[in-house]
């Protein structure tokens, strides 16, 4: 995945006081397959509005970004329908990414087991603990095997087990041959990745 030149400002207040608040300035990415990005930055330094055009949620002002393959994205704040369950949150995704249902049950009942949430199944997303609607949160973004993966500070509501097990997975999937980009603020965490980019006054710099 390459985005190149991005750059993006948000309209502010109401007219005649709007103003523009430029967020990023020509920022600069790069995934390799088989890499592990970690994309840091202080608060409101404009993380995730990156990582939103990169997969195409937000219209950037300018740039170009390339992405080879799909990309699966797990917000920071989980997409779902309340009323349906963590099953029938698998079917609604497997359908619209076109998925056979066999494969989407294959691929359903592995998530459930390598992160955790099998004995979800059937509960609905407004009865979930904060922990498990992350679970779901990530399952849904894995349900198609994504070459490129995108992650919004995943992990903030795992415990210390479900933490361990992302990071194996993550590393499967580096293994493999897929590229994830993943936004992170723990200090702790940054031996995991094969690089850290930071984002720093709309600019994306290397660490
Ligand atoms: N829809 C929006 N409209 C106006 N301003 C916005 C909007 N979304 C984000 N912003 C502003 O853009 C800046 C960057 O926000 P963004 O969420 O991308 O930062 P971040 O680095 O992900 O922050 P955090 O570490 O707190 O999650 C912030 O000043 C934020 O207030």
Redesign the pocket.
């Known amino acids: 995945m390459e985005a190149s030149g991005i750059e993006k400002a ?1 309209r ?1 207040g109401i007219w005649p006081l709007r103003r523009r ?1 430029p ?1 990023l300035r020509g920022a600069d990415l790069t995934v390799r397959a088989g890499e592990v990005v970690g994309l840091v ?1 202080e ?7 990156l990582m939103k055009i990169l997969v195409g949620a937000l219209a950037a002002d300018a740039g170009t970004v390339s992405v080879a393959g799909r990309s699966g994205y797990c917000p ?1 704040v989980p997409v779902v329908y309340e009323r349906l369950t963590c099953d029938e949150h698998f079917e609604l995704f497997g359908r619209a990414y076109r998925m056979p249902v066999d494969a989407e049950r294959r691929a359903r009942r592995g998530l459930y087991a390598e992160l955790g949430f099998e004995r979800y199944a059937t509960t609905r997303a407004d009865q979930l603990s904060g922990g498990t609607l992350a679970k779901l949160n990530l399952g849904l973004a894995l349900l198609a095997d994504p070459e490129v993966l995108l992650l919004d500070e995943p992990y903030a509501g795992f415990d210390w087990d479900t933490y361990v097990k992302f990071w194996d997975l993550v590393a499967r999937r580096r293994a493999d041959g897929g590229a994830v980009l993943i ?1 992170s ?1 723990f200090v702790a965490d940054e031996e995991r990745f094969d690089r850290i980019v930071d ?1 720093r006054d709309g600019l994306a710099v290397p660490r």
């Open positions: 948000y502010r608040l967020v930055g608060n409101g330094s404009g993380k995730s509005t920071q936004i603020h984002l």
